[in-house]
Structures are given as C-alpha cells and as structure tokens.
C-alpha cells in the first residue's frame, strides 16, 4: 500500500475489485486502491496464488441492523509484528475501499461488519512509504494457525485464528471478502508483488483470512 514513495496515488487498496455496495442507490466499493505500498512483499512458504472466484451480480447491502463499533480499537499480529490502531474508513471518490489516513495506522472498512460481527470484517493497511516499512509490511510472515486479537476502545476483545494467506492479482475477484453474513471473520489486505510503473501500482494484493477463535 503505497502512500508516499512513487506518486502519492488514492489510498484505496486498488484492488479493483468490486466487492460490496456501500449506499443506496449503491456504488460498487472495490477494495483496495493501487497504491498500498512501495516495494515488493516477500511472499512466504505459507503463501499459495489464490484462485479468481466470481463475485455476484448485485453487490451485498450496506449492513444497517447491528450496533455501530467503537471509534477506536486496535490490531494486534504478534507473528508479523503488528501491533497498531484501528481506524474507520469508507470508500474514495472512484468508490473504492479507502486506505488508512496514516502509515501506521490500520483502516477497518466502517460500512461493513465489524470485527467480532457476522460476516467478513475487512482491514487494510500499507505495506510501506518512501521513509520505508509500513503497518502491514512484515504480513507476509502470518501463516495459518497464528493468533491475533482485535481489542475495540470500549473493553470488548476478539480473538481471531488465521486459516489461509494468499496472493490474488491486484484485478482478481475472490470470492467471499465483505461479506455482511456467516460467521465472523476477518480478512487483511495489503499490497505485494512487484511494482508496475504503468498501472501506478504492485501486481498482487496478499490478503489473510482468519475465523473467529
């Protein structure tokens, strides 16, 4: 997820993926935008090239019948170093998921479940800057079986087990992310592969799915 090291490009894991409305009439929300990162992401043995799966017709509703999460929370991966605050985000002016608003920072897409929730809470993050690694730049180290916690600013704690780690084409369509029922999980994304100077952005995306513990 690149913020700062080529051009400054909208902080939506551009992932052109069109995953999950967010309003009525509904704008598709893809998921994350082209510059999540500025250097390749070593891709571990724990790693497999995930397969494109078919996203519906009609994208998921906005969720609108659970109680709002906390302002704040924070992520914790001990296995990939990450320890960081949560922060809300929507979507940009191409309808894409946005980013977080710093490197450091991890952003929680607001408009669908939250972690703990039915469905598929999603979570990005850069994978580095111009001044070097960011919030998700050692993600590549989770493998399956890894443990992490979402804590939210009100005392609630959630524990999550990790259950695959993939690298998807960055306009790949996998199926299942922002998803608003089923049981809670949790997927991280974040920017990998290498950097494609035409697209303005890296080739792969990585994205960590986990189940609730």
């Given amino acids: 997820m690149k913020t700062l090291r080529r051009a400054a490009l909208p902080l939506v894991l551009t992932l052109a993926w069109t995953l999950v409305a967010i309003a009525a009439p509904p704008p598709a929300a893809q998921w994350l935008a082209p510059a999540l990162s500025?250097?390749?992401a070593a891709a571990g043995p724990a790693i497999e090239a995930g397969p494109a799966g078919a996203l519906p017709e009609v994208p998921a509703p906005m969720v609108t019948d659970r109680p709002p999460a906390?302002?704040?929370?924070?992520?914790?991966?001990p296995a990939a170093g990450i320890d960081a605050r949560i922060e809300p985000v929507l979507v940009?002016?191409?309808?894409?998921?946005?980013?977080?608003?710093?490197?450091?920072?991890?952003?929680?897409?607001?408009?669908?479940?939250?972690?703990?929730?039915?469905?598929?809470?999603?979570?990005?993050?850069?994978?580095?800057?111009?001044?070097?690694s960011a919030v998700f730049g050692n993600l590549s180290r989770a493998a399956p079986g890894n443990?992490?916690?979402?804590?939210?600013?009100?005392?609630?704690?959630?524990?999550?087990?990790?259950?695959?780690?993939?690298?998807?084409?960055?306009?790949?369509?996998?199926?299942?992310?922002?998803?608003?029922?089923?049981?809670?999980?949790?997927?991280?994304?974040t920017c990998a592969g290498p950097w494609d100077s035409r697209l303005g952005t890296y080739r792969q995306r990585l994205v960590v799915d986990a189940r609730l513990a």
């Fill in 147 to 189: 443990h992490l916690t979402v804590e939210w600013g009100d005392g609630r704690s959630y524990e999550f087990v990790i259950e695959s780690v993939h690298l998807y084409g960055y306009d790949a369509h996998p199926a299942g992310l922002f998803a608003t029922d089923g049981p809670p999980r949790l997927s991280l994304v």
């Fill in 38 to 40: 500025a250097g390749p």
């Fill in 70 to 77: 906390p302002a704040t929370g924070r992520l914790r991966l």
């Fill in 92 to 132: 940009d002016a191409q309808g894409n998921m946005a980013v977080p608003s710093r490197p450091d920072l991890v952003g929680w897409y607001a408009r669908g479940p939250a972690p703990g929730s039915p469905g598929d809470a999603m979570l990005d993050g850069h994978l580095d800057t111009a001044a070097g």
